[in-house]
């Protein structure tokens, strides 16, 4: 079974990113989506004040909130699924994550900024382009 990454902010974009997979060909073979969520990392010190239980605790409620609606466009278009919670580096995380399950493809959905903004706050899409090792596809 073949593997596509639907990374998932939140936001409408990744929406989008989910229903073309599920109107898109790309998925009439034998392909199944792991939609992935990353979570920033805290530092040792906010760990140490609120405990890694607390701090986990909260990873798996924010990826959840993130994940929701994406699930929820999958489950309609009968698509097949796993969701997978990462914390770390978002681009980092995600280039890894499509290594270590040998990815067919990474899909994003984009943000739309402008080369500045891009330049001032950095692309996470722009970033995991760069280093996939698969293709992207950015909706």
Not at 18 to 30: I, N
Not at 48 to 59: D, M, P, T
């Amino acid at each position: 079974m073949n593997t596509i990454i639907l990374a998932t902010d939140g936001s409408t974009h990744s929406d989008e990113a989910a229903r073309y997979l599920v109107a898109s060909p790309l998925l009439s073979r034998d392909f199944v989506v792991h939609v992935v969520h990353c979570e920033p990392q805290v530092s040792g010190d906010v760990e140490s004040f609120i405990g890694k239980a607390e701090i986990e605790a909260w990873h798996h409620e924010e990826s959840g909130k993130a994940m929701r609606s994406v699930i929820d466009i999958l489950r309609r278009g009968n698509v097949n699924f796993e969701c997978h919670e990462l914390t770390g580096f978002t681009p980092e995380r995600i280039v890894k994550y499509a290594e270590s399950v040998n990815a067919a493809c990474i899909v994003l959905g984009s943000h739309h900024r402008s080369p500045l903004v891009n330049a001032l706050m950095g692309s996470v899409s722009g970033r995991i382009l760069a280093h996939a090792p698969c293709p992207v596809l950015m909706v």
